[in-house]
């Protein structure tokens, strides 16, 4: 399993990675596509929509079910990845370098709180 030490996760399955001008970008891991099989829609969140930390702001689809997409930490987004939605294959392809969304934090030092590749690594079971 690619859990690349570089980054933070969550428990609901999202990497995080902190940029140097302190936005995250945020998408899902490779766990997470594997689970869901071949991805056939993505629906981003707005630019500017304000989230909470673990609100439901995205949603994946395959062909074996609907996922929700959950903010790693609260703040707003400013960005997101603007091909998905024409092709969601590309998460599938490379969950790492296909980013759903970008966030300012309203807390930066909240993804501190987040997991660590060894910590996601045992949760998923793949230690």
């Given at each position: 399993?690619?859990?690349?030490?570089?980054?933070?996760?969550t428990?609901?399955?999202?990497?995080?990675?902190?940029?140097?001008?302190?936005?995250?970008?945020?998408?899902?891991?490779?766990?997470?596509?594997?689970?869901?099989?071949?991805?056939?829609?993505?629906?981003?969140?707005?630019?500017?929509?304000?989230?909470?930390?673990?609100?439901?702001?995205a949603?994946?689809?395959?062909?074996?079910?609907?996922s929700?997409?959950y903010?790693?930490?609260?703040?707003?987004v400013?960005?997101?990845?603007?091909?998905?939605?024409?092709?969601?294959?590309?998460?599938?392809?490379?969950?790492?370098?296909?980013?759903?969304?970008?966030?300012?934090?309203?807390d930066?030092?909240?993804?501190g709180k987040?997991?660590?590749?060894?910590?996601?690594?045992?949760?998923?079971?793949?230690?």
């Open positions: 399993m690619n859990v690349p030490q570089a980054l933070k996760y428990a609901s399955h999202e990497w995080v990675k902190s940029e140097p001008d302190g936005t995250l970008t945020v998408g899902i891991t490779d766990h997470a596509q594997q689970a869901l099989g071949d991805l056939v829609y993505i629906e981003l969140p707005d630019v500017g929509r304000v989230v909470a930390a673990a609100e439901a702001c949603v994946v689809e395959s062909v074996k079910a609907a929700d997409i903010a790693p930490v609260g703040g707003e400013t960005a997101v990845n603007a091909d998905l939605p024409s092709t969601p294959e590309l998460v599938n392809q490379d969950a790492y370098a296909s980013w759903l969304f970008k966030l300012k934090p309203a930066p030092g909240a993804v987040l997991l660590d590749a060894a910590a996601y690594t045992a949760a998923i079971g793949d230690a």
